[in-house]
Every structure is written in C-alpha cells, then in structure tokens.
C-alpha cells in the first residue's frame, strides 16, 4: 500500500531519550564526637531510611580473628540495651521497621527504613543496637554454629566452591581478600563472645563514622536526633590496614578442582582489578558491560547464543577503596569448557584490540545510563549512594553528572580501560569439573599451567 512504513524487525528500537533525572542536594554536618550526618531530602512519601556507617570492615580485624566484623554485625539483633533477640523482633514488628545489619570490607553498618512518624522510636532502637549489644553467649554460640554449617554446605554447591577459590587465587597468598569476608572455617570455630565485644568496643565508635540519611527528613531533625540518642559516643576506632595488592601471577593460572561426574563446569576467569576511585572508573564500567555486563554483552552472545555451551556467562568488577576482584563467571557444559576457557580469554583479548562498534557503545552507555535512577527509586537505594559518597571521598555532585560521564565515554576510552584493566595474559583461571575430562584439553590450550587441587587442602 502506498505511503506505508515498512518496520525492521531485525533490530531491535533504538533507545529513546534519557528522561530527566536530579539527584537530590547533600547536605552535610559533622557532630561534635566526630560523627558526620549526610543528609539527601526527597519529600514525596512520609518515609525515610538512616543507616549508620562505620570505616571499619573485614580491613579492620586481625586475621588470627577472621569473621569477627561479621560475627559481631550479625549479633546485634540478638541482644542489646534492655531487650532481648525476641523483644527487639518484637518492636521492630510493631513500628514496621526495616531493619538492616551488615558489613563489607571498608564498612559495618547498621541502619532501618521506616516511616517518617516512627523515626525517633527507630533511631531509639538503633542506638541500643550499636552502642549496646549484649552479645548473649549463647546466640553467639548458635550463630556462629550455623555460620559454619552453611561454609560446609556451600562448599559442596559449584558454583559457591568456585567463587571461593576465585577469590583465593585471584590475589596474593595471605591477602584478606583471599577468604570469605565472614570468616574461614579455622578462625570462625575460635570466635566467641569476648572477641565479638572487643572487636565492637575497639570499633563501633563515632569518629569517622557518618549517619547517612534519605527520604523524609532534614539536616537539623537528623542531626537533633543524632545528638539526642547518641550522647555520650565518643572515641575513633584504629585505622584498617591496607595491604598491597599485587596481581598474583606472572602468568595465566589454570586452577582445575575435581569434581567426579560432573556434566558441567563451574568456570572462573579473574585477577584483581581497580578501586572504587580509579580515574577511569567510568570507562571500566562501560567496557564492563559492553564485554559481560549486561544480558546482551560478548561474552553472553558469544557462549550462550553462538555456541550454546551456557545459560548466561557475565563478567563484573568488585570495587572497594583498595583494588578489588574481576571476575567472568558461567556454568558451562563439560564438553565446551576447555573452549569456552579459550574464548573468555580471546573476548578479553578483542576489548584491547580492537574499538568498539558505535552500537555496542551506544546500547552500553545507553542502559547504564537509563537503569541508573531505578536504584534511586526507594529512600534505601537513595541512603546507598549517600553512603558511597561519604565511603570513597567523592564530591557532593558526584551523581548530578553520573550519567553525563558515562555517556561521554569514547571506543578510545573503552579500549584503554581494557588494555589498562583486563589481563587475559595473568589470569587465574578456575574450573570446577570432571579432572579426569578436562585436564589434558586445558593443558593443551597452552596457555599457562593447570594446577589440579584439592579444596579441602586449600581452602581453611
């Protein structure tokens, strides 16, 4: 028919334009014990979240007493001020908090998301849980029992086996990022309630530490109510070590753990990568995506479509303010995974070789900067990026041009992050697998040694 469009459905559309996006204003207040209250208004519902945010992490503990920082955040509903596990449960319930307790390797943090109303009772109970905790000897006992019943049970799971030797080799030996943040086995069966009390007196203390606040609020309600409950918490923890992290080996490793019978392998290709303030973070982030970052990335068109040999192969850098992991991770069929070895590292290879089309730089660019904002949807996403802010030192308008930045990457950009970042050549390459059906094909890819190990002899 005349004057009738004809549609290419051989394409998908092109993406459509950014919508507006205005990262709210950070204000900032620094109290007189050294605590800092970073505050980011949003108005538009009755509700707010307040995490409270500590610099000391897995850094922060002794490696004789590895797990402590994890045990000790994961013991402060168990007990503290007046209330018991059950009384704090309790009234947590009936203010409909959402309360949230961790740690990583920088940061402990505890912190709830209520309504706007029921802040004061919230912030009531958080002081109880980090000022207070009681450390009951027995709920010590019992989580830390079930700590480790589940390192055990994720050991015979394949694909939590590989990312634990992940870790392992992707940095030097005795580097803390070489265990589980929670704790190895050997130490974590030592811990007990004195230790999880002096970790907590040494470090849950308020200088340094930032109150970071989103959703319903204000700078001065946050701060009176930080004065009020806090009162009295004075003190600066000792500062977290920093080791230096040097990539492991001078060449790519291949770690081969047997596996009898497997019809699939758990594949592993890393090495340490960059920390969270890297000047070319947003380069890294763009060619992340573009080779396994995003559902439509290389590597997944590669293994999963073209060769069918996974469901999903992805790739991802771990930043924190000391150099973190990159890591490409798929669960490949036995058959293609001595290929699929070669083709991760022919794929890292091209990122550094060759430009990138101007499609898969513009489809990257373009998703990260459009899935951004989801994150900043909930006060507790909004309270996220506060904390990063607060955490690695960036600027308060950090994230007013985060998506500019990330749109104005370049392919030149992209593939000297790659040939910066990536390094196919000193790689530690582990497999999870039949040894008996693997070996003599990934030794015949001549790219680097395979080291056949027992986890049980590696891992403590």
Same mark, same amino acid.
């Given at each position: 028919?005349?004057?009738?469009?004809?549609?290419?459905?051989?394409?998908?559309?092109?993406?459509?334009?950014?919508?507006?996006?205005?990262?709210?204003?950070?204000?900032?207040?620094?109290?007189?014990?050294?605590?800092?209250?970073?505050?980011?208004?949003?108005?538009?519902?009755?509700?707010?979240?307040?995490?409270?945010?500590?610099?000391?992490?897995?850094?922060?503990?002794?490696?004789?007493?590895?797990? #402590?920082?994890?045990?000790?955040?994961?013991?402060?509903?168990?007990?503290?001020?007046?209330?018991?596990?059950?009384?704090?449960?309790? $009234? #947590?319930?009936?203010?409909?908090?959402?309360?949230?307790?961790?740690?990583?390797?920088?940061?402990?943090?505890?912190?709830?998301?209520?309504?706007?109303?029921?802040?004061?009772?919230?912030?009531?109970?958080?002081?109880?849980?980090?000022?207070?905790?009681?450390?009951?000897?027995?709920? #010590?006992?019992?989580?830390?029992?079930?700590?480790?019943?589940?390192?055990?049970?994720?050991?015979?799971?394949?694909?939590?086996? $590989?990312?634990?030797?992940?870790?392992?080799?992707?940095?030097?030996?005795?580097?803390?990022?070489?265990?589980?943040?929670?704790?190895?086995?050997?130490?974590?069966?030592?811990?007990?309630?004195?230790?999880?009390? !002096?970790?907590?007196?040494?470090?849950?203390?308020?200088?340094?530490?930032?109150?970071?606040?989103?959703? *319903?609020?204000?700078?001065?309600?946050?701060?009176?109510?930080?004065?009020?409950?806090?009162?009295?918490?004075?003190?600066?923890?000792?500062?977290?070590?920093?080791?230096?992290?040097?990539?492991?080996?001078?060449?790519?490793?291949?770690?081969?753990?047997?596996?009898?019978?497997?019809?699939?392998?758990?594949?592993?290709?890393?090495?340490?990568?960059?920390?969270?303030?890297?000047?070319?973070?947003?380069?890294?982030?763009?060619?992340?995506?573009?080779?396994?970052? &995003?559902?439509?990335?290389?590597?997944?068109?590669?293994?999963?479509?073209?060769?069918?040999?996974?469901?999903? #192969?992805?790739?991802?850098?771990?930043?924190?303010?000391?150099?973190?992991?990159?890591?490409?991770?798929?669960?490949?069929?036995?058959?293609?995974?001595?290929?699929?070895?070669?083709?991760?590292?022919?794929?890292?290879?091209?990122?550094?070789?060759?430009?990138?089309?101007?499609?898969?730089?513009?489809?990257? !660019?373009?998703?990260? $900067?459009?899935?951004?904002?989801?994150?900043?949807?909930?006060?507790?996403?909004?309270?996220?990026?506060?904390?990063?802010?607060?955490?690695?030192?960036?600027?308060?308008?950090?994230?007013?041009?985060?998506?500019?930045?990330?749109?104005?990457?370049?392919?030149?950009?992209?593939?000297?992050?790659?040939?910066?970042?990536?390094?196919?050549?000193?790689?530690?390459?582990?497999?999870?697998?039949?040894?008996?059906?693997?070996?003599?094909?990934?030794? *015949?890819?001549?790219?680097?040694?395979?080291?056949? &190990?027992?986890?049980?002899?590696?891992? !403590?």
């Amino acid at each position: 028919m005349s004057g009738t469009t004809t549609l290419d459905r051989s394409r998908p559309p092109a993406p459509g334009p950014l919508r507006p996006f205005h990262f709210p204003g950070v204000q900032r207040r620094t109290l007189d014990n050294g605590l800092q209250v970073v505050v980011a208004e949003n108005h538009a519902f009755p509700v707010a979240t307040l995490d409270l945010v500590l610099p000391s992490g897995g850094l922060a503990e002794p490696e004789e007493r590895a797990g #402590v920082a994890s045990l000790a955040a994961g013991l402060l509903e168990s007990g503290a001020g007046e209330m018991d596990a059950t009384r704090i449960a309790e $009234a #947590v319930d009936e203010l409909g908090l959402a309360l949230e307790t961790g740690i990583s390797w920088d940061t402990s943090l505890a912190g709830f998301t209520a309504l706007t109303s029921r802040l004061e009772a919230g912030m009531r109970i958080l002081a109880d849980l980090t000022l207070r905790p009681t450390f009951p000897r027995h709920e #010590v006992e019992r989580i830390r029992d079930e700590r480790l019943a589940a390192l055990l049970q994720r050991r015979g799971d394949p694909s939590s086996l $590989a990312d634990e030797l992940m870790a392992l080799f992707s940095f030097p030996e005795g580097h803390p990022f070489g265990r589980r943040l929670a704790g190895p086995q050997a130490t974590l069966a030592m811990l007990t309630r004195e230790d999880a009390a !002096a970790y907590h007196a040494a470090h849950y203390l308020p200088g340094g530490a930032w109150l970071c606040a989103a959703g *319903d609020v204000t700078l001065d309600g946050v701060s009176a109510l930080a004065e009020r409950f806090f009162a009295g918490w004075s003190g600066t923890p000792p500062a977290p070590r920093a080791p230096e992290t040097p990539v492991r080996y001078g060449e790519t490793t291949i770690i081969l753990a047997d596996r009898p019978g497997s019809v699939q392998s758990e594949v592993r290709v890393g090495h340490v990568g960059i920390p969270r303030t890297a000047d070319d973070y947003f380069a890294v982030t763009v060619m992340n995506a573009i080779l396994g970052g &995003v559902f439509s990335s290389r590597l997944n068109l590669n293994l999963r479509e073209r060769l069918g040999y996974s469901y999903g #192969v992805s790739s991802a850098f771990g930043m924190r303010k000391l150099p973190g992991t990159f890591t490409v991770s798929g669960a490949i069929q036995s058959e293609g995974t001595t290929h699929s070895v070669s083709e991760i590292l022919r794929d890292m290879r091209r990122m550094q070789d060759e430009p990138v089309s101007p499609d898969e730089l513009a489809d990257a !660019a373009s998703y990260l $900067a459009g899935t951004f904002p989801l994150a900043l949807q909930t006060t507790d996403g909004l309270a996220g990026k506060l904390t990063s802010l607060a955490v690695y030192g960036l600027p308060d308008d950090y994230y007013d041009t985060y998506r500019d930045r990330l749109m104005s990457v370049t392919a030149d950009e992209v593939r000297e992050a790659a040939r910066r970042r990536l390094l196919p050549d000193r790689a530690a390459v582990v497999v999870v697998g039949d040894a008996s059906q693997l070996r003599s094909g990934l030794e *015949d890819l001549g790219v680097g040694p395979v080291l056949v &190990v027992d986890p049980a002899d590696v891992l !403590a």
